[in-house]
């Protein structure tokens, strides 16, 4: 066999022969190669990363410019791998996991211009005789070589270009060998990391079956990946570190191994099935109404509608290819509205898209009442909630931003913050202690109590009520959330303590409202003005309204400005009523009020029944909305013996007077 190139190997010629079965050991370079660019018998597919394989980025590698997370480096000609230019070790980290070598297959596949393919060479080799298989974990190894698999895909199966040598083929299957042998013997002991190391040999061993240990690889992993997934899961199929972005992207691995899996006859067990089914439904029910997710914890906010598509031409289920399609094909799911409890989100919507609603106006509001997640990618972010309206996000989770603790601001940091979220802060403080240990900031106290107590989804309305009780602060946070007729929320924020402290009420806008927000006062209203949303509370004395700067971060390393809405009082226990009405069309009149003087919103502090009056006049229609409030432990409405408790009642009557409905919850 052939010369190795890296410096972590012989320098004499190599014999190679043992890393395959025995009838491919007898095999010259140049008759092994032949034999990988024209078997039939190995079905596989590459899954690019549609950001790091966009040709604008190719291109510009054919120059060494190489750009991650929004930063372009100039690279000498001889690239330094161990040597970071950016401040970022994510940088560094995407560099070394090769997305763009399947970006450079694309290229070479769709042009057949040959300096695609001696660009992979170039920096294929380049990367074999330099970097020791120990650098950087784990993981960064198991995505590499998914990716020079997947460019194999363009560059061998389904190419021959000539710049791909015997030679070289000789020297990146010894090192794609040397790779999975340490992988194999390094995996990551749990959660995501560990699935896509585990996917990586799974689909090695499916690739090159003439590996002498691909037997042994295949059925260790596919075992491990059947294990891994009960781990990485949930009961109801969210998955464990609570990111909706990780989520999508661990469900992307186990969708191509489900769907490789079939390709080469190999049977996945049945509960393998079912959970990435379960995994499927939280994914319908997330994507928001205009195809994104939202970013809650660590994640950027972006599409993964085409898992719907994978997971319906997988399984079947019309509800996958209508959210798939945004309402063209299929038909839409059951419910409008879901709960995933055991990792307490809740998804609100107004509809699925008719005749009468277009699918991207539908309203729609996620909750988080669940736990920080394992791992370190959880936000500071108990009972917060994103809301999206009209083909646009009005009230966002900001997102992550970034990694990197280094620099004056620390924005790791800020973006995990409970200031970061649509919640309450008190005093300024994170729900859960988050302090530097060992060179970073970590999460380090108890998280708060948490308790979901009410989840009611009826035709015309849906009522949310959740508990926080932080270790850092002697105040407990219930948030109850309305979704009146399909139309708008009303938050309700009952703050209970023995003493008084500062309490800011926050909802972080979407970058189309920067400097777009106004306060208006009435009689008996505040409101708050912005593109296609008004807040509006009752107005009381002593609530301080203001104005903030505060980013969003939809993609890593990016972040636009946008206003924060806050609402501040000094209290020891206290109550915030906010209606938020999303519109389309002309700006509507809001007004809310007490009528009866003791028993408004605050009376829900005494246990007692608490009503308001809301009333809108919008598009050439006036109605006035009643709410009637019962604390958890009274019973404020008749209802028959046996009957479940009832925690508010809506009625809503025209200018006229005449009821038009009544929803009870």
């Not at 012989?10 to 010259?28: A, N």
């Not at 491990?224 to 009960?230: A, F, P, R, S, T």
């Not at 109850?480 to 209970?496: A, G, H, M, S, T």
Request: charge should be negative; aromatic fraction near 12%; proline fraction near 7%.
């Amino acid at each position: 066999m052939l010369l190795a190139t890296s410096q972590h190997q012989p320098s004499e010629k190599t014999d190679r022969r043992h890393i395959f079965t025995t009838p491919f050991r007898r095999l010259t370079a140049e008759a092994l190669l032949q034999h990988f660019q024209t078997r039939p018998t190995v079905h596989y597919f590459p899954v690019p990363d549609v950001v790091e394989t966009a040709r604008s980025k190719i291109d510009h590698i054919l120059d060494n410019q190489f750009e991650f997370n929004g930063e372009r480096h100039q690279l000498p000609g001889s690239i330094q791998w161990l040597t970071n230019p950016s401040n970022d070790r994510e940088w560094q980290i995407l560099l070394h996991k090769f997305y763009y070598a399947v970006g450079l297959g694309m290229a070479y596949h769709e042009t057949h211009a040959p300096h695609y393919a001696e660009k992979w060479v170039e920096l294929t080799n380049s990367w074999i005789g330099t970097v020791p298989r120990d650098f950087l974990p784990s993981d960064v190894a198991g995505r590499r070589i998914q990716n020079w698999i997947f460019a194999h895909y363009y560059f061998v199966s389904n190419g021959q270009p000539h710049c791909v040598t015997p030679e070289f083929y000789g020297s990146f299957l010894e090192s794609l060998h040397q790779q999975l042998s340490y992988l194999r013997d390094h995996v990551t002991p749990a959660r995501n990391h560990r699935t896509l190391e585990l996917c990586a040999i799974f689909l090695a061993a499916i690739v090159f079956p003439e590996f002498v240990e691909s037997s042994e690889w295949l059925s260790w992993s596919k075992d491990e990946l059947v294990k891994n997934i009960h781990s990485d899961l949930l009961p109801d199929g969210v998955h464990c570190e609570q990111s909706t972005d990780y989520h999508h992207l661990v469900l992307k691995n186990y969708l191509w191994i489900k769907k490789l899996a079939l390709l080469n006859q190999i049977e996945m067990p049945a509960e393998f099935d079912l959970l990435v089914k379960k995994a499927l439904e939280f994914s319908l029910y997330s994507h928001r109404p205009d195809g994104m997710i939202p970013a809650l914890s660590d994640g950027d906010s972006r599409c993964f509608l085409d898992l719907l598509q994978q997971g319906y031409e997988l399984y079947g289920g019309e509800d996958l290819l209508y959210v798939a399609s945004r309402g063209a094909q299929g038909q839409p799911p059951v419910s409008r509205s879901k709960g995933f409890p055991h990792a307490g989100y809740y998804v609100l919507r107004s509809g699925w898209g008719d005749q009468t609603e277009a699918y991207q106006d539908e309203r729609y509001l996620i909750f988080d009442c669940g736990p920080l997640g394992v791992g370190n990618h959880g936000h500071v972010d108990l009972l917060s909630f994103e809301a999206y309206a009209y083909g646009t996000p009005l009230i966002m989770d900001p997102g992550r931003y970034t990694y990197d603790e280094s620099g004056p601001v620390n924005w790791r940091v800020r973006f995990r913050s409970t200031a970061a979220h649509n919640t309450v802060l008190v005093d300024g403080l994170n729900q859960t202690r988050y302090e530097w240990k060992r060179n970073r900031f970590k999460i380090s106290g108890p998280e708060p109590e948490r308790e979901s107590k009410a989840f009611i989804h009826e035709p015309g309305f849906d009522y949310l009520h959740g508990v926080a009780r932080s270790h850092e602060y002697p105040v407990v946070h219930e948030r109850k959330v309305l979704f009146v007729n399909r139309e708008y929320w009303v938050i309700v924020d009952l703050l209970r303590a023995p003493e008084s402290h500062t309490y800011d009420l926050l909802f972080h806008l979407s970058p189309p409202a920067q400097d777009q927000v106004s306060i208006m006062v009435s009689d008996n209203t505040l409101a708050i003005h912005s593109p296609k949303l008004i807040l509006a509370q009752p107005l009381i004395p002593n609530v301080r309204p203001s104005i903030l700067e505060g980013f969003v971060s939809c993609v890593y390393g990016e972040k636009q400005r946008a206003p924060i809405v806050r609402l501040t009082q000094h209290d020891s226990s206290t109550c915030f009523l906010t209606v938020l009405y999303p519109y389309k069309g002309d700006e509507p009149f809001i007004s809310i009020e007490t009528p009866e003087p003791d028993r408004g919103p605050q009376a829900l502090l005494l246990g007692e029944r608490a009503s308001a009056q809301i009333t809108i006049t919008h598009n050439g229609h006036r109605y006035t909305d009643e709410l009637v409030f019962t604390d958890e432990t009274t019973q404020a409405f008749e209802v028959p013996e046996h009957a479940s408790p009832k925690h508010v009642r809506v009625s809503r009557t025209n200018q006229e007077g005449r009821l038009l409905f009544r929803y009870q919850a």
